[in-house]
């Protein structure tokens, strides 16, 4: 297995993909991934739909936002993954939330995405995170039940061409220590 620290800084947003399957050995891998990510008081509260039917993934495509770099990958990739979180679970005691914060499950469906793309990027495989789409009408394309919200869209397959490393923020830039 590679090193840890090797794959989170070679981990890109892949756009383009090999038209190669995804075994449902490595799916598995991937939602397992997921499974053992962690959450607000283990309340794991994600949902995970993974979406291989062509149909289905043209619908989602007609979701994503104009300009959205990684529409084409909506289709072009060989498997799909849908993260939805279930509303007022993470976050909440006693049906009352916890935080200032309140619902955690984008904080909490963050740790799920990145345990997908790091275990995806130790395996060969390239992924992207999709925020830019119409949430409600991909949602009802993927028929989330109420009380639940489609998060992310994560096309994931073997990567097309590799890709060099965006610039990034020098540690001292954003560390500070004992106060602001």
Not at 8 to 22: A, H, N
Not at 27 to 32: A, D, K, N, R, V
Not at 33 to 54: I, T, Y
Not at 166 to 171: D, L, N, S, T, W
């Amino acid at each position: 297995m590679t090193d840890l620290m090797e794959i989170i800084k070679t981990r890109r947003s892949i756009r383009k993909y090999q038209d190669r399957p995804v075994s449902e050995e490595s799916i598995h891998t991937l939602l397992e991934a997921v499974q053992w990510a962690p959450s607000w008081a283990n309340c794991q509260c994600w949902e995970v739909v993974v979406v291989k039917d062509p149909e289905i993934r043209q619908r989602l495509q007609e979701t994503m936002a104009p300009k959205n770099p990684a529409t084409k990958a909506i289709v072009d990739a060989p498997v799909l993954l849908a993260l939805c979180g279930v509303l007022k679970k993470s976050g909440y005691y006693n049906g009352s939330e916890s935080t200032k914060h309140g619902d955690w499950f984008m904080f909490d469906l963050g740790l799920a995405t990145q345990n997908l793309c790091l275990a995806a990027q130790s395996m060969g495989l390239g992924t992207v995170i999709v925020g830019l789409f119409d949430h409600d009408r991909a949602g009802a394309v993927l028929k989330v039940p109420e009380g639940m919200e489609l998060a992310t869209l994560i096309p994931a397959g073997y990567p097309a061409k590799d890709s060099k490393a965006p610039k990034r923020r020098e540690i001292t830039e954003f560390t500070h220590y004992d106060t602001f």
